[in-house]
């Protein structure tokens, strides 16, 4: 019995390119990523000051009535809403940054993991985002208030801009990271790394280590600590939620052993 003569393949145009090619597409997506952060950056810089003024209104909040923000350096004045507003500018370009990246490397992915990845690029920008925000509006107001409550009758707080600032930034990017706790559990799921069982079996290893975790990138106080550790634990839990859906289901051999 004849059987009809297959077409060779289609060669993967991406196999083929040298390496030179890959170096100058990887170039030009980064030209554009830079090209969006500066162009941003300078329509913001005009609100510089805007910014770090609703950047410092959860500290003036709990500052006492005769208290303020002091600059210990003549040039803290410019470069700290400066700062901030390049911060900003990297924040809000974050998904045409993650959508160069994605155009980068779409091609050398199969079509099954494009339809895992667009969904999990997508909700990692949500999640960092809502790491931001749980940090603005929840965690910093109290954990200043925290602080300031702690503060002798014969002190006055007045805090530097810029270590106000540097105290900030590290926590929007310390819950940021945290609430990407999700997807960072769901990829080593489907990745095969880890499964669902031995997840679940670590969990009481896993919750000691979200303490652990909080108490070492969080200011030296418990609040902060527990505001940190307990959405990151409940994120983990998401996560592993998320990956009893998504699980790859192991292939019985056996069940073909007869084929």
Known sequence: MSHATLPPPRPDPLSEMPITAHLIELRAHL???????????????????????????????????????????????????????????????????????????????????KKIAIPILISSVLLFYCGIAFAYFLALPNILKFFIMFSPDNVIPMTDIDSYLSFALKLFMVFGLTFEVPVATLLLILAGVVSVESLVDKRRYIVVGCFAVSAIVTPPDGLSM?????????????????????????VDLTAHEGD
């Open 31 to 113: 030209v554009r990523i830079f090209i969006a952060v500066i162009g941003l950056f300078m329509v913001l810089a005009y609100f510089a000051r805007d910014l770090y003024q609703l950047l410092s209104l959860p500290l003036q909040a709990v500052l006492p009535a005769n208290a303020t923000m002091i600059a210990t350096d003549i040039t803290t004045t410019f470069m700290s809403p400066i700062r901030l507003t390049l911060y900003v500018a990297v924040i809000l370009v974050m998904p045409y940054i993650l959508h160069q990246i994605w155009q980068f490397i779409a091609p050398a992915l199969y079509k099954n993991e």
């Open 226 to 250: 527990l505001m940190l550790a307990i959405p990151m634990w409940l994120l983990f839990e998401l996560g592993l939620l998320m990956g009893r859906f998504l699980e790859p289901k192991p």
